[in-house]
T-cell receptor
Framework: QQQVKQSPQSLIVQKGGIPIINCAYENTAFDYFPWYQQFPGKGPALLIAIRPDVSEKKEGRFTISFNKSAKQFSLHIMDSQPGDSATYFCAATGTYKYIFGTGTRLKVLA | NAGVMQNPRHLVRRRGQEARLRCSPMKGHSHVYWYRQLPEEGLKFMVYLQKENIIDESGMPKERFSAEFPKEGPSILRIQQVVRGDSAAYFC??????????????FGPGTRLTVL
């Protein structure tokens, strides 16, 4: 019940495409859902986060869609660029701990 | 406002030695988390600390590993008698509020531990 399931494990898109990364959770106590971007050799960096009282949040080219009833949320990257090639982690937090997904390795081809 | 700082960035130890990893959280953050990441893998939670208190150490091996976050100074993750399997990147994160109160964690650059 404490898991956050993330898919796909890896993803390859052409420049300009819209990669979509999905996460699903079980614990209804989770109430905050951040996404992180990690480049090789670096620490994860916060991208965007959402609360379950909204269904969508946009920041620049990054959009989170949230489906509370399905307990799913997803990250969309609009007009993807080769510089977006990185590993993306979703996370969820509720009462006292952050739970991370297993990560998605994204490669955007030039 | 400086981000989360970790040192050393790279640490090489021989089997049986001790490794000490340090983490200075962002200013104003009193919640610290340690994670371990193996190559090509995700983040594995190890321990969550507040000042002078260990809140959750459920992800930390029972032997050889310990963590502290004293009233003054950085948080320390200590690994005694290191083995080759301890080789990994260790990330520290901090947050201004406890989990569940709507704040995200901010990560440091990590310490890459290599055990020879």
């Amino acid at each position: 019940q404490q898991q956050v399931k993330q898919s796909p494990q890896s993803l390859i898109v052409q420049k300009g495409g819209i990669p979509i990364i999905n996460c699903a959770y079980e614990n209804t106590a989770f109430d905050y859902f951040p996404w992180y971007q990690q480049f090789p050799g670096k620490g994860p960096a916060l991208l965007i986060a959402i609360r379950p009282d909204v269904s969508e949040k946009k920041e620049g080219r990054f959009t989170i869609s949230f489906n509370k009833s399905a307990k799913q949320f997803s990250l969309h990257i609009m007009d993807s660029q080769p510089g977006d090639s990185a590993t993306y982690f979703c996370a969820a937090t509720g009462t006292y701990k952050y739970i991370f997904g297993t990560g998605t390795r994204l490669k955007v081809l030039a | 406002n400086a981000g989360v700082m970790q040192n050393p960035r790279h640490l090489v130890r021989r089997r049986g030695q001790e490794a000490r990893l340090r983490c200075s959280p962002m200013k104003g953050h009193s919640h610290v988390y340690w994670y371990r990441q193996l190559p090509e893998e995700g983040l594995k939670f190890m321990v969550y600390l507040q000042k002078e208190n260990i809140i959750d150490e459920s992800g930390m091996p029972k032997e050889r590993f310990s963590a502290e976050f004293p009233k003054e100074g950085p948080s320390i993750l200590r690994i005694q008698q290191v083995v080759r399997g301890d080789s990994a990147a260790y990330f520290c994160a901090s947050s201004p509020l406890p989990p569940g109160q709507g704040s995200s964690e901010f990560f440091g650059p990590g310490t890459r531990l290599t055990v020879l």
